[in-house]
């Protein structure tokens, strides 16, 4: 997700540079630096998009990391999935340092990262936010300002189980189909003429119907956070057992070798589970 971003911005005329931690992943337009702190300084902004909370911490406050060179009044915003209450921890950090800080996840997946119309949820100062609202205009079609540190972050794990849940149905619900003799393909008619049709549904339709799950978002980052959800849950005494169950489903997927395909391939543990032959 971050390349795209980058290219984006890039590509707006923006000034840009660039780090990650695996190389070989350059951005036109770009310029490339050797470490995080070098990327960082200098700069009004710092943009931040990786994989999970460890990965964060360690670009922030790990050796050569971007903390330890970025500039007073410096905006720092994380768009990567990671745990709320860590976000919160690293703002306080931050400000500790005089930056401010925003967690502003992005759904949308990697076609709308392309097309720079993805949907931005962020928790932080609304100055702040209108800050890098010049850099915000090129990469999405919608902001929501969910509220303080941390809430656009939890915002995000609420808006994934959804993803989740709707998606898990969706399986059940054909793989029932099937087993009594109707085709996905009048199934998916069906959805999308009526009042259950969806974006998922109707995002996932062509994978499902074409056995493609090459991965537009890896099984194993759902996974993870299904992960960051239950861990959110039980810090906030919220119990979700239907979460639970699905989680089972992911690690079953996990242990197939699943973890590098969409998640949209735990239809076929679905369907396997239905005594369904593969197609």
Request: hydrophobic share 40%.
């Given at each position: 997700?971050?390349?795209?971003?980058?290219?984006?911005?890039?590509?707006?005329?923006?000034?840009?540079?660039?780090?990650?931690?695996?190389?070989?992943?350059?951005?036109?337009?770009?310029?490339?630096?050797?470490?995080?702190?070098?990327?960082?300084?200098?700069?009004?902004?710092?943009?931040?998009?990786?994989?999970?909370?460890?990965?964060?911490?360690?670009?922030?406050?790990?050796?050569?990391?971007?903390?330890?060179?970025?500039?007073?009044?410096?905006?720092?915003?994380?768009?990567?999935?990671?745990?709320?209450?860590?976000?919160?921890?690293?703002?306080?950090?931050?400000?500790?340092?005089?930056?401010?800080?925003?967690?502003?996840?992005?759904?949308?997946?990697?076609?709308?990262?392309?097309?720079?119309?993805?949907?931005?949820?962020?928790?932080?100062?609304?100055?702040?936010?209108?800050?890098?609202?010049p850099l915000l205009k090129n990469m999405a079609k919608h902001v929501i300002h969910m509220g303080d540190n941390g809430k656009g972050l939890s915002a995000k794990l609420a808006q994934n189980m959804n993803i989740v849940f709707i998606y898990e149905g969706l399986c059940e619900s054909l793989t029932l189909a099937k087993k009594l003799g109707v085709a996905p393909e009048k199934m998916f008619e069906l959805i999308s003429a009526s009042m259950i049709r969806s974006g998922v549904a109707e995002y996932k339709q062509p994978f499902i119907l074409n056995r493609d799950y090459s991965p537009n978002f890896p099984l194993r980052l759902m996974h993870k956070d299904i992960h960051l959800m239950l861990d959110a849950a039980k810090e906030n005494g919220v119990d979700l057992p239907g979460l639970t169950k699905i989680d089972e489903i992911y690690e079953e997927a996990k242990r197939r070798g699943m973890g590098d395909l969409d998640y949209a391939a735990t239809i076929t543990l679905i369907e396997e589970r239905a005594g369904l032959k593969k197609d």
């Open positions: 997700m971050g390349r795209p971003m980058a290219m984006n911005l890039a590509k707006a005329g923006h000034e840009v540079t660039v780090w990650n931690r695996t190389s070989g992943k350059d951005v036109p337009g770009a310029t490339t630096a050797a470490t995080a702190a070098e990327a960082v300084k200098g700069k009004e902004a710092v943009w931040i998009c990786v994989s999970d909370t460890k990965s964060v911490e360690q670009v922030l406050f790990g050796p050569q990391g971007a903390a330890s060179a970025l500039e007073k009044g410096t905006v720092v915003v994380d768009s990567s999935t990671i745990s709320p209450s860590s976000s919160v921890a690293f703002a306080k950090k931050l400000r500790e340092q005089g930056c401010d800080y925003l967690d502003a996840p992005v759904t949308g997946s990697k076609v709308a990262a392309e097309a720079g119309t993805l949907i931005f949820m962020i928790g932080g100062n609304a100055a702040t936010i209108e800050r890098v609202q």
